[in-house]
T-cell receptor
Framework: SQQGEEDPQALSIQEGENATMNCSYK?????LQWYRQNSGRGLVHLIL?????REKHSGRLRVTLDTSKKSSSLLITASRAADTASYFC??????????FGTGTRLQVFP | DAGITQSPRHKVTETGTPVTLRCHQT?????MYWYRQDPGHGLRLIHY???????DKGEVSDGYSVSRSKTEDFLLTLESATSSQTSVYFC????????????FGNGTRLTVT
């Protein structure tokens, strides 16, 4: 399967702590995207990182990509209760399709 | 927010009946996708469209068909609904294949009894 894995499946932290989620894949990608999903809602795009990029930032979010290890990480710094959601990575294999992982459920306690 | 509307938002139907879900966009995006979301499986691609009347299969297309007669509308039909098709269905749009972010609708929760 091209999907790879996401870990951890679930993560619980206190407000103010950092949260790190990882995503791996098995074949070369064109880009990798991270999405957030609040309960009962659709997914919202966070960051897209292309295969020739190593790091991208957006506010408190930092995404890294290591193509040699075929992995990516999403770091949320100084987390807030409002960051509680599920986070998904999605891989583009240079086709019309975007393949999603199974996600990480993040719970941030006040 | 991208203009994507899914209808209905909730539906309960009986096994063996046909069901059609609608996705309507106001963004004039070329690419439209149907995903299903199930616990433990994340999102799985059912079908997608790369233009009017142009569609292709995704990972889990068996038992589903799609149609796109206008840029703004993408229909997903369950030909004969089964309990295994109980799921949350999401429509998404993109203006540049998988090289651009997807914008998602708020989903349709379908229950097949």
């Amino acid at each position: 399967s091209q999907q790879g894995e996401e870990d951890p499946q679930a993560l619980s932290i206190q407000e103010g702590e950092n949260a790190t989620m990882n995503c791996s894949y098995k074949t070369s990608i064109n880009n990798l995207q991270w999405y957030r999903q609040n309960s009962g809602r659709g997914l919202v795009h966070l960051i897209l990182i292309r295969s020739n990029e190593r790091e991208k930032h957006s506010g408190r979010l930092r995404v890294t990509l290591d193509t040699s290890k075929k992995s990516s990480s999403l770091l949320i710094t100084a987390s807030r209760a409002a960051d509680t959601a599920s986070y998904f990575c999605a891989k583009s294999f240079n086709t019309d399709k975007l393949i999603f992982g199974t996600g990480t459920r993040l719970q941030v306690f006040p | 927010d991208a203009g994507i509307t899914q209808s209905p938002r909730h539906k309960v139907t009986e096994t063996g009946t046909p069901v059609t879900l609608r996705c309507h966009q106001t963004e004039n995006h070329r690419y439209m996708y149907w995903y299903r979301q199930d616990p433990g499986h994340g999102l799985r691609l059912i079908h997608y469209s790369y233009g009017v009347k142009d569609t292709d299969k995704g990972e889990v297309s068996d038992g589903y068909s799609v149609s796109r007669s206008k840029t703004e509308d993408f229909l997903l039909t369950l030909e004969s609904a089964t309990s295994s098709q109980t799921s949350v269905y999401f429509c998404a749009i993109s203006d540049d294949r998988s090289r651009s972010p997807l914008h998602f609708g708020n989903g349709t929760r379908l229950t097949v009894t």
